[in-house]
Each structure stands twice: as C-alpha cells, then as structure tokens.
C-alpha cells in the first residue's frame, strides 16, 4: 500500500498535524506500507493562475473579500505545486487541510482521498477579532465543509465535539470518523522534581482565541491572594506585546517569563508543575495531551476537545471560558496541595498513555484506510477484462 500524507504546513512546523504526522509515517513505514509526505513550500506564492470551480457554491460571489481571495490563490499555489511535484500515484491520498484535499480530488479523481479537518478557520478568525460572524468570509469558509462531504471519499475529525460543528454544515456530519491525534511517547520524558514555588506553563500561539488575557488576570487574582508562582509563557504571535503590557499593569511581570517560539517545548515541558490554556474554542488541544504525557496536572477551559480530554476532577480541572475568578480558583487548588496535584497529574498521564498512544491511532487510521482501498482495489479487478 502506498499512501501520501498531503499537508498545507511544511512537517517541520511546530504544533498540531504538522509535528504529528512524520511520527505516522515513521510507524507505518516500519509495518512495511509506503507513505510519502507533501506540503505547500511558503517560498511559494502568486503562482498559480488556473481557474477555481466548486460543485456545491460559486465563490465568486465572495470574491474582492481579502480572505476568500488569498484563500483562492493558495488552493491556485496549491494546484501549480502540486503539478509540478507530483511524480507518483498512490493507493490513498490522506489531507489534513481543506484546500490539499480538494486539490489532491481534483488531480487525482480516481485516487481515494481522506480528509481530517483539525480546526475550524472560520472560529479561529472569529475569536482573534479578523472578522464578524455570520460575515461573508465565515459563509465561504462553512461552505467549504459541504464540497468536502460532496467530492470526498471520507472525513474524520480529533475529537467528538468538532465532528458535531461540522456536522452542521453537511448532509450526513455522522458519517464523519473520529480518531483523537495520537503521539509518539518517546518524545515525552517525565521528571520527577520538586518546586519550592509552583510552576505554571502554558504552551500557544498567542493570539486572542488561546485566552491568556484570562490566564494573566486570574495569576494577578492569585498575587492578591498571596499564592507565589512563576508563569512560564512559551509561544509568539500578534498579541504579545498587548500581553506584555497586560502583564506589567497587573503587577505581575516579574512573575511572568515570555520565552517566544520553541521548537520542541515538550522537552521543557516536564520540569514545571501545572499546564494551564485557558481556550476560548479548540477543536482538539493536542498540547494537553502532550502536558499530560508529561505528567503534568492539568486546568483548561470547558470547550471542544479539552472537555473531552479533561475528566473534571478527575484528572484535570475544567473552568468555564473567560471566567478569570475561576481559573484562579481551580489553579490555586492545583497550586496549594501537591499530594492533589500529582494524582491528577498521574490520572492525565495514564489517560493519555491509553487513549493517545501513536500506535493505537496507527491502528485506527490503518483500519479505516483499508475500508477506503479495498473497495477500490476491488472495482479494478472487476472492470479488468482478465478478471
């Protein structure tokens, strides 16, 4: 078998699908199956020139709009890259991005194309304030799940609560499969240490969606209330100043460090104490799965994925979305009684090890590729007149 794993992102980008995915070739490489990998260069942009046709919606009626026509020139960079790059055929093509799957669809009709939709554009720029709801943008990013559902041969989705969103934008969401990230436990070292002051790490783009406005609030309620602490903030992005400054005016600066992007953070991971994202939307939140392998406790919002990788109470906390007081509240539980903290830290570790392991999602994703070759191997020997 032969399959291609067609990525928007380069694989050597941090976070999400893109660090994901080279683990899933590794594994199924070495269960002897063939698996390429393909992405969108960023040196490549403005060249593709070929008309854009959708069977379900004419997006020319959005047209003129910024978004949907930077939109349309990378499925056009998309379509260019991938002509000139493509050499191979393929049993299966696997996207992880709307635009790989309809180009790789539109190329290759007769390869079976699966899809995984990670995260809803239209949300994340929504709640980072880049436009309104209900906008013309939002309509043409919705109605994009509906040619996906026409043209391709499969959907699946990480958690239950996205397959649910997305379900509402197509005429059979329960067909859509899902199968959480899974993570390679290798790349995960727990530590054993003990923290004279407790340690907080939180690990995001910072962009307003990741709701660290909230979390800088509820540590400057826990200054108030005499809890000591160090905020440890690994991530950049458009809003970090704003956070910054946010940071001094709370008087809670010289608790806080701002390390800016790293490549590997789950390598710094292990030597704090509590993993804190306060999200104010999240389709699956793969950095709580990648803390709780770590073995850290955990405190997140009560929204997507996290609620779902998050038992409240049991191994993690979950606090409402946007409710400063409440994150304080749950964080200074998790703070004040370390015997409490290291049994959620220990629930998340196990859950995580059972449910997230790389090689129980290899299974999953090896099973549900054979449901959508088989049937195509099998109309081939059919239509061969030695057959």
């Given amino acids: 078998m032969n399959i291609l794993q067609a990525l928007f992102f380069p694989p050597e980008q941090p976070g999400g699908v893109s660090s994901m995915v080279p683990y899933i070739q590794e594994s199924f490489l070495d269960k002897g199956w063939g698996m390429d990998l393909f992405s969108l260069p960023k040196r490549v942009r403005s060249k593709g020139t070929e008309d854009v046709e959708f069977d379900t919606f004419d997006w020319r009626q959005y047209g003129g709009n910024p978004i949907v026509d930077k939109y349309i020139q990378t499925y056009k960079d998309y379509v260019w890259w991938t002509r000139m790059r493509m050499r191979k055929s393929y049993d299966l093509i696997h996207a992880h991005h709307p635009i790989a799957g309809l180009v790789m669809k539109q190329l290759f009709p007769d390869t079976p194309v699966l899809i995984t939709l990670h995260s809803s554009y239209e949300k994340e720029l929504t709640l980072n304030g880049k436009i309104a709801p209900g906008g013309p943008e ?15 041969d499969g959907i699946a989705t990480a958690s239950e609560s996205f397959k649910q969103y997305l379900a509402g934008f197509m005429r059979n969401g329960q067909a859509i499969k899902v199968i959480p990230n899974g993570f390679d436990e290798r790349r995960f070292k727990p530590v054993s240490h003990d923290s004279a002051v407790p340690q907080l790490i939180s690990v995001c783009r910072l962009v307003p969606a990741k709701g660290i406005d909230v979390l800088l609030r509820a540590c400057s309620e826990l200054k108030k209330r005499g809890q000591p602490f160090v905020l440890h903030l690994i991530g950049d992005g458009p809003i970090r100043e704003e956070l910054e400054r946010l940071a001094v005016e709370l008087n809670i600066y010289e608790e806080t460090i701002f390390y800016g992007y790293m490549l590997h953070p789950e390598e710094f991971m292990p030597f704090f104490d509590v993993f804190v994202l306060p999200s104010r939307a999240e389709a699956f939140g793969s950095v709580f799965a990648e803390a709780a392998l ?4 955990l405190v997140g919002t009560n929204v997507g994925g996290i609620a779902e990788q998050i038992d409240d ?22 703070m004040s009684d370390p015997s409490y903290r290291y049994q959620m830290a220990r629930s998340a570790w196990l859950k995580a090890k059972s449910t997230y392991s790389l090689q129980r999602v290899i299974g999953q ?12 191997l099998s109309r081939e020997e059919d239509e061969s007149p030695f057959g």
């Fill in 138 to 152: 939002e309509t043409f990013l919705t109605s994009l799940y509906g040619e996906l559902e026409h043209k391709l």
């Fill in 294 to 297: 770590c073995c850290l406790a």
């Fill in 313 to 334: 109470g049991s191994n993690g906390l979950l606090v409402p979305v946007d409710d400063a007081e409440a994150l304080a509240e749950a964080l200074e539980k998790m």
């Fill in 365 to 376: 994703l090896q099973q549900l590729y054979s449901t959508l070759i088989v049937p195509k």
